[in-house]
């Protein structure tokens, strides 16, 4: 009976804990609301960024772009800047409403995928994929990945500087 209790208890409190993260009023989730291409694409151009978390399916690489500044340019460039150091790749961001499965396998009418693109380095050619977008804010983009081959997720966060 006790450990019934108890189990009982431990979801309930992981149920109001997983609620109230999800509940963040500065966030605007691409897929609880009808966020538009034009309003990410507005959210990302404004100002520069920084990779504050990057998990590469089993390990976390976030330190492989520490002291990068990133930019998301109208034209869809995407430029890294660290010191003298300069990586150029492309980013756009695809409407992908009313397709039947996001790439994070749920079910939504609004699929905005975040596609980046770097041709080189190799650290920088891992990013590159057309990611889902978890949430949006003015100063945070959290991004998700399930990889179709290896069944493997990546998560990618950029936070403002």
């Known amino acids: 009976m006790k450990n019934q209790i108890r189990i009982s208890l431990t979801f309930i409190i992981a149920s109001f ?14 897929e609880a609301t ?5 309003q990410v694409e507005n959210f990302a151009q404004n100002g520069d960024w920084r990779i504050s978390y990057f998990y590469d399916t089993d390990q976390d690489e976030t330190g492989n772009f520490s002291g990068y500044s990133f930019s998301f340019n109208e034209n869809g460039a995407l430029v890294a800047v660290n010191g003298n150091t300069t990586v150029t790749g492309t980013w756009s961001i695809t409407d992908n409403s009313g397709s039947s499965t996001d790439d994070d396998g749920s079910s939504s009418d609004n699929d905005n995928d975040f596609n980046i693109f770097f041709a080189s380095p190799d650290e920088f050619d891992d990013l590159s994929d057309d990611w889902d977008i978890i949430s949006i804010s003015d100063l945070k983009i959290e991004l998700i990945d399930v990889s179709g081959g290896n069944g493997g997720t990546d998560y990618l966060t950029f936070e403002k500087i």
Do not use: I, R
């Not at 804990?17 to 966030?27: I, Q």
């Not at 009808?34 to 034009?38: D, G, L, P």
């Open 17 to 30: 804990l997983v609620y109230g993260c999800a509940k963040n009023s500065d966030d605007v989730s691409g």
């Open 34 to 38: 009808s966020v538009t291409a034009v």
